[in-house]
């Protein structure tokens, strides 16, 4: 499954987080002419006037991703507007900074690799707790290596609107049934130590249960 990672760096911990999305068809391109093209420029600036109005007036993330879907292939500033709709209307409590709205649409719209490093108190939770939010079917695997750290983390995401994270370590009954679940999606966040990463997680990974 394809995916994108975003590193950041804090003094008391290490977090790597994988943003998984789900596979896509290719998007096609053609280099002819179009005798109404000018025509449906217009047409497109008025969709993308569509998208800045529906975000800032949606209802819940489930409408933020299907504007981030549609927004594909809009201006990079128009998809920026929708992930700061998204958090600051459905997610947390404050604006965002412009820094970490950046980064979730490197993640979201770029899905490419991502590393930041930012000062404490910068706010990098809110970019691996909000990034799967904005993808349909997305799932973050958070990488913490302190447990006390990692659970902190899962108690803050439950709050979010949409968000079921689970929080794995030494001491969870790794089942069939938790593979199972993790395979089909139910959790959007993955919270873990490296060790189980490395060992339970990607065993599971590598031979799916289902």
Known sequence: MPCNAFLGRDLRVYPIVYLFHAKQGKHSKTATRDPESHDRFIHKGHQHGDLVHNAENTTNMLAIQGLVEKARHAPEELQKNIIRAGLQRHLYPFEPRQKQVDAIWHLVF??????LVAKT???????????????SGGIGLIIIPLDQIGQEQCIKIQRLPGARPVFINGRTDKTDILAQDIEIGVYTHLTMGPEIAAGWFRSISKEPVL
Do not use: E, H, R, T
């Not at 770029?110 to 590393?115: A, R, S, T, V």
């Not at 108190?121 to 993808?135: D, E, H, T």
């Open 110 to 115: 770029k899905k490419k690799d991502l590393l």
């Open 121 to 135: 108190s910068f706010g990098k939770s809110v970019i691996f707790q909000a990034a799967p939010l904005f993808c």
